[in-house]
């Protein structure tokens, strides 16, 4: 899933000193410790992490006790923490991740490769593999929600969802990001409804650590909202 009009490649290839870790943090103190060290094991300690935190248990300071930035505020739901997540680091390329040690940090490298071929964006695609570790409820809506943002933006997607994604920083500092139980979608959407060379690339998924707390029928409207409303908006842009 690609198109020729995105943004040029530099002439000189990145490395993990031009890349930054971003993830927005809530009460993740079972899981932040070994997602922080997944990072800095496979980056050798050169990249940078950002982690946006309305914690009220450790995490924040797990988190500082592996060398991350912290930026402390108030629970505002996750797209408020990742955007500011997103847009904090000044490095070339931004990956976002959750700290709930689902994701593969071993994929970096090639996330950062993607990005080093050309492309704009570079989404994780959980549901390739089966997902298997993913509750069958939450496999079954992000399923439906590739149908639905794949119809409306008439783009087939296969994961619409996923928490694990590069960027290129121009991208993210181009758009304006306006959802946020929906921005994992918006954040997908969005470039590829404007051309960007977005690409999709299967990553394995494991059980997560701690509790979700996200509701499967509340969030999950809200998401398929999400959806409707950016297909609209880039539609009629």
């Given amino acids: 899933m690609s198109t020729q009009q995105g943004v040029t490649a530099s002439a000189s290839e990145y490395t993990f000193d031009d890349l930054a870790v971003v993830m927005g943090t809530y009460n993740e103190a079972e899981a932040i410790g070994a997602v922080l060290s997944d990072i800095d094991d496979v980056t050798d300690g050169r990249a940078e992490v950002v982690c946006v935190d309305g914690s009220s248990d450790r995490t924040p300071e797990i988190a500082r006790d592996h060398g991350a930035t912290v930026i402390e505020q108030e629970p505002q739901g996750y797209g408020v923490a990742v955007r500011e997540a997103i847009l904090a680091p000044d490095r070339s390329v931004v990956v976002t991740t959750d700290c709930d040690d689902t994701y593969p940090m071993e994929r970096l490298p090639d996330f950062l490769a993607e990005i080093n071929d050309g492309a704009d964006v570079v989404s994780g695609d959980r549901l390739y593999y089966g997902a298997e570790e993913m509750p069958g409820i939450n496999k079954l809506g992000n399923e439906l929600f590739a149908l639905l943002a794949s119809?409306?933006?008439?783009?087939?997607?296969?994961?619409?969802?996923?928490?694990?994604?590069?960027?290129?920083?121009?991208?993210?500092?181009?758009?304006?990001?306006?959802?946020?139980?929906?921005?994992?979608?918006?954040?997908?959407?969005?470039?590829?409804?404007?051309?960007?060379?977005?690409?999709?690339?299967?990553?394995?998924?494991?059980?997560?650590?701690?509790?979700?707390?996200?509701?499967?029928?509340?969030?999950?409207?809200?998401?398929?909202?999400?959806?409707?409303?950016?297909?609209?908006?880039?539609?009629?842009?």
């Fill in 151 to 237: 119809v409306l933006m008439n783009k087939r997607v296969h994961d619409t969802t996923t928490g694990m994604r590069a960027y290129r920083r121009e991208v993210v500092q181009k758009i304006r990001w306006t959802e946020n139980t929906g921005l994992s979608a918006e954040l997908l959407m969005r470039p590829l409804m404007r051309g960007y060379d977005v690409r999709e690339r299967p990553i394995e998924y494991d059980e997560r650590k701690g509790e979700t707390k996200l509701d499967p029928f509340s969030g999950g409207l809200e998401i398929a909202g999400s959806i409707v409303r950016v297909a609209l908006e880039e539609r009629f842009r």
